[in-house]
């Protein structure tokens, strides 16, 4: 059974931490894994990895894959109290729904 | 990236009534997924919706509950029935393309 474990369940940090939440999968059939951030209700789509070793980054939001290792970090610097959220990872093989993770509630307290 | 407008975005209901999720999507997309997302806890799979054909349910989900129709490539409806307050849940549906998996709006369902 396909499975994805993100780490830590929950962070708190100050403003201006720079943080680091991981992802690691064991799938079959994989194709590319997704990060979101949730805040309220949708989650909103921040990055899709397919290839090992090619950063992925928005702004202060960058996130790799290592498919040897099979997991994916998404990283933060400077957080802002709008960073507050749930961060989910999911995983992708072809043509069936995502796996997704608990996710990570990251806390951000100025 | 497909952009999928989903309605209601929330609704309180009484139990032993039904309520009926939409989402159109602005492209044409093979398969559309609903999500259940209980408080605190990540998303779980329903059923994934094909045109032309019966969805495809996942373990501890039944049409009888949870009657979904995909008419054509854009559009898809999810049916909360007979519902009992346990429903109480964020509904999503989503789609994947080569840009990655997108989410319509979520609906906020509260029912009493």
């Known amino acids: 059974e396909d499975k994805v474990v993100q780490s830590p369940l929950s962070l708190v940090v100050h403003e201006g931490d720079t943080v680091t939440l991981n992802c690691s999968y064991e799938?079959?059939?994989?194709?590319?894994l997704l990060w979101y951030k949730q805040e309220k209700k949708a989650p909103t789509f921040l990055f899709m990895l397919?290839?090992?070793?090619i950063e992925k980054k928005s702004g202060r939001l960058s996130s790799i894959l290592d498919k040897k290792e099979l997991f994916s970090i998404l990283n933060i610097t400077a957080t802002q109290t709008g960073d507050s959220a749930v961060y989910l990872c999911?995983?992708?093989?072809?043509?069936?729904?995502?796996?997704f993770g608990k996710g990570t509630r990251l806390s951000v307290i100025a | 990236s497909a952009v999928i407008s989903q309605k209601p975005s929330r609704d309180i209901c009484q139990r032993g009534t039904s309520l009926t999720i939409q989402c159109q999507v602005d492209?044409?997309?093979?398969?559309m997924f609903w999500y259940r997302q209980q408080p605190g806890q990540s998303l779980t799979l329903i059923a994934t919706?094909?045109?032309?054909?019966?969805?495809?349910?996942e373990s501890g989900f039944v049409i009888d509950k949870f009657p979904i129709s995909r008419p054509n490539l854009t559009f898809s409806t999810l049916t909360v029935s007979n519902m009992s307050p346990e429903d109480s849940s964020i509904y999503l549906c989503?789609?994947?393309?080569?840009?990655?998996?997108?989410f319509g709006q979520g609906t906020r369902l509260t029912v009493v």
């Open positions: 989503s789609v994947f393309d080569t840009l990655g998996a997108f």
């Open positions: 799938v079959t059939n994989f194709r590319s």
């Open positions: 397919t290839s090992s070793g």
């Open positions: 999911a995983t992708n093989s072809g043509n069936t729904p995502l796996v």
């Open positions: 492209s044409q997309v093979t398969m």
């Open positions: 919706a094909n045109q032309g054909s019966e969805a495809t349910y």
